[in-house]
C-alpha cells in the first residue's frame, strides 16, 4: 500500500513551457485535491475533485488545469509556466465520510 | 472568505520547555483541523476538533476549539527534537475544501 504517490519529485521548466504532475493514490479514495506551498505559507487549494470524472476549482485554480480520468488518478497541468508558479505542490486524497486528508509527498517545481 | 490567523509565526524553544501555537478566526468556525509537517515533509493530520470548548490530547499533544468556536490552540508539553517542523491549523468548509492557516514553525535546541 503505497499510500498516495506523486511524479515528478523535482522539475524545473523555462517560463512558457508546459508540464503535467501526476498524483496516484491507491486506497480508493474518492476525493483528490491539489495544493501549492509557498515559502513561510500555509497551503492553499488549486483544484479538486469529488469523484472520477469530475474536478472543481479552489482557492487558487488560475494557470491550472487537472483530469481524473480513473480514480486512481488526479493530473494537474500547467499549459504555459509562469515564474509565480514557483512552488511545492501537494496531492492529497481522503475517503468519503472521513474528513483525514492524506498527503503524497510532494513535487517541487521551480520556473525560472 | 473565511480565514484562519496563526501565531506565532516562528518559535525557538529549549528541549524540554513548552509550547502552544494558537489559531484564530474572525468567524465561527463549524470545525479546525491540525496538521505537523517536518522539514522537507508532506502535511500529516494529527486531529480534528467540532465541539465547542472541546479538549482532547495525544501523549504530549493539548488541542483544543474555543467555546466561541473562533480560537484553537495546541499545546505541546516538554517539547523534544522530533517535535520540530510546522504546525498548521486549517478548517474545513461547507464545500469540504481545506483552508490552511499560515503556519508555526517550532524549532528546539536541544
Known amino acids: 500500500n503505497a499510500g498516495v504517490t506523486q511524479t515528478p519529485k523535482f522539475r524545473v521548466l523555462k517560463t512558457g513551457q508546459s508540464m503535467t504532475l501526476l498524483c496516484a493514490q491507491d486506497?480508493?479514495?474518492?476525493?483528490m485535491y491539489w495544493y501549492r506551498q509557498d515559502p513561510g505559507m500555509g497551503l492553499r487549494l488549486i483544484h479538486y475533485s469529488v469523484g472520477e470524472g469530475t474536478t472543481a476549482k479552489g482557492e487558487v485554480p488560475d494557470g491550472y488545469n487537472v483530469s481524473r480520468l480513473k480514480k486512481q488518478n488526479f493530473l494537474l497541468g500547467l499549459e504555459s509556466a509562469a515564474p509565480s508558479q514557483t512552488s511545492v505542490y501537494f496531492c492529497a486524497s481522503r475517503p468519503t465520510g472521513s474528513y483525514e486528508q492524506y498527503f503524497g509527498p510532494g513535487t517541487r517545481l521551480t520556473v525560472t | 472568505g473565511q480565514q484562519v490567523m496563526q501565531i506565532p509565526q516562528y518559535q525557538h524553544v529549549q528541549e524540554g520547555e513548552d509550547f502552544t501555537t494558537y489559531c484564530n478566526s474572525s468567524t465561527t468556525l463549524s470545525n479546525i483541523q491540525w496538521y505537523k509537517q517536518r522539514p522537507g515533509g508532506h502535511p500529516v493530520f494529527l486531529i480534528q476538533l467540532v465541539k465547542s470548548g472541546e479538549v482532547k490530547k495525544q501523549k504530549r499533544l493539548t488541542f483544543q476549539f474555543g467555546e466561541a468556536k473562533k480560537n484553537s490552540s495546541l499545546h505541546i508539553t516538554a517539547t523534544q527534537t522530533t517535535d520540530v517542523g510546522t504546525y498548521f491549523c486549517?478548517?474545513?468548509?461547507?464545500?469540504?475544501?481545506?483552508?490552511f492557516g499560515g503556519g508555526t514553525r517550532l524549532m528546539v535546541k536541544p
Open positions: 486506497m480508493n479514495h474518492e476525493y
Open positions: 486549517a478548517f474545513r468548509n461547507a464545500g469540504n475544501m481545506l483552508t
